[in-house]
């Protein structure tokens, strides 16, 4: 397995461009099942998480073809031969499960393994079953797989989730754009790439209204046609990037990035005495003066503070001044960074879903092991401040969701290498 090398130093300037994003990505992929005509994407990242996705739409009989440098994705379903998602395909990524809504919908039946266990938490999916059998589907769980079957066809209806649950909300979105009559989805995830699903789903001629909002109708119709649609920019990775500079200090500037995507974020930075800036080009970064202060932060659906910037957050904390407590609201057992950091200096005491860091001046560079993906870049931001060097082993939870990283935070002046398995 590959390990990345980060020598802690000063100061980082310059632009970083910041891609597609990779969860907008893996539902506007399966939205391609929905229909006979070619689907193309473009501003696609290059991650090991869409090349599984793409795994799992050929093995449906999907064909995926990665065009210009694979910013660009066309798909075809014009034949869709097997309604089989596999367990060895599904136990590798949660996201494939959103293939069971498209699917539905456009063939009357799918049968799509559980995911299993995932490094932070249980991740049930009754919340997209309830969603779908509330359409008109009947669903059995035999042998670890999902037998989803709709004999009469899907039917609008008016739904209410128990939690906006992000999955949920693109898998019962996408499966209510072919039913027949209206669907109400209330209590619906709000998050920017559930509108970047409603907007290629109306090119691709649904009729949706009120993505963004917690309340969405969609009126059902026949068919859907091809389109081609831009994936929105991945916020996660902006706010990641964001954070390199706080933590290192210097000015950054994140291209492609807007304070719509990472508006509670951002109030968290200003409280923490990081500049934002936004630009004609992105979003410019700044720590010019002394250590950040401590911050308290509790992870929410959007607009909240986002989960998936939690241990990238607890990286700044752990170098501010005071002591800030993160609450973790989303997942289960997401702090498995915690004892990585600690590793390296970091004062932190984890009680549940509740974290408390107190700063210290400077931490200092160890061997650390990434657990999962967001967890793996905290500890990369971390090391790029700390004194010394870090060797963060397997990276290959990094390779999921960040492209080129150790090129994109190189050109910013840190100092990371990758050292390849041999
Ligand atoms: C998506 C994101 C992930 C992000 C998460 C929350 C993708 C590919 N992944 O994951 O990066 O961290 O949103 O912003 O977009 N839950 C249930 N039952 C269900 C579904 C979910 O209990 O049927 C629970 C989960 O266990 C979890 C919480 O709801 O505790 C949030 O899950 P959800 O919003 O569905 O996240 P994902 O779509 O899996």
Redesign the pocket.
């Known amino acids: 397995m590959d390990s990345i090398i980060v020598r802690g130093n000063g100061p980082l300037s310059g632009q970083i461009p910041i891609a597609g994003a990779k ?1 907008a990505c ?2 506007l992929m399966p939205a391609t099942l929905l229909s006979e005509e070619p689907l193309t994407l473009t501003n696609a990242p290059r991650l090991s998480d869409i090349k599984t996705m793409t795994e799992l739409l050929s093995s449906l009989g999907a064909e995926v073809s990665d065009l210009q440098d694979g910013k660009v994705q066309a798909m075809s379903s014009h034949n869709i031969d097997n309604h089989i998602a596999d367990y060895d395909i599904v136990r590798k990524m ?2 494939s499960n959103l293939v069971l809504g498209p699917m539905l919908a456009r063939l009357g039946h799918a049968v799509v393994s559980l995911p299993g266990g995932c490094a932070i ?8 079953i309830h969603g779908l059998e509330a359409l008109g589907a009947e669903i059995e769980l035999k042998e670890g797989y999902l037998h989803a079957k709709a004999p009469g066809g899907l039917k609008g209806a008016e739904i209410t989730l128990s ?1 906006a ?4 909300t693109e898998n019962i979105l996408m499966a209510a754009t072919l039913a027949k009559g209206t669907t109400v989805l209330h209590n619906a ?1 709000r ?1 920017p ?1 559930i509108v970047d699903l409603a907007k290629c789903l109306s090119a691709m001629g649904a009729q949706i209204e009120g993505a963004g909002t917690s309340r969405i109708e969609i009126q059902g119709v026949d068919r859907l046609h091809g389109a081609t649609h831009q994936v929105v920019t991945d916020r996660i990775e902006l706010g990641t990037y964001m954070l390199a500079p706080a933590i290192c200090g210097g000015e950054v500037e994140c291209l492609g990035g807007s304070i719509e995507l990472v508006g509670a974020f951002c109030e968290k930075l200003d409280e923490a005495g990081i500049q934002v800036e936004e630009t004609k080009t992105g979003l410019k970064v700044a720590r010019k003066n002394g250590r950040v202060k401590a911050v308290n932060v509790t992870t929410e ?1 959007f607009p909240g503070f ?3 910037l939690q241990a990238q957050m607890m990286a700044l904390m752990c170098t501010a001044e005071g002591t800030s407590v993160l609450e973790e609201k ?2 289960e057992n997401r702090f498995m960074h915690a004892p990585e950091l600690m590793r390296m200096g970091a004062e932190i005491e984890v009680h549940g879903g509740t974290a408390t860091v107190t700063g210290v001046e400077r931490l200092k560079g160890a061997p650390v092991m990434a657990t999962d993906l967001r967890a793996s870049v905290s500890l990369i931001l971390a090391a790029m401040a700390a004194e010394g060097e870090t060797v963060v082993n397997r990276v290959y939870h990094l390779d999921r969701g960040y492209e080129r990283v150790e090129e994109k935070l190189g050109n910013l002046g840190a100092h990371i290498e990758r050292v390849k398995e041999t």
């Open positions: 969860n893996l539902t949660r996201a938490g249980a991740r049930p999916m009754d919340l997209h939690f649950s992000v999955g949920a995830a998050e790439e659906p986002p989960t998936d989303i997942f």
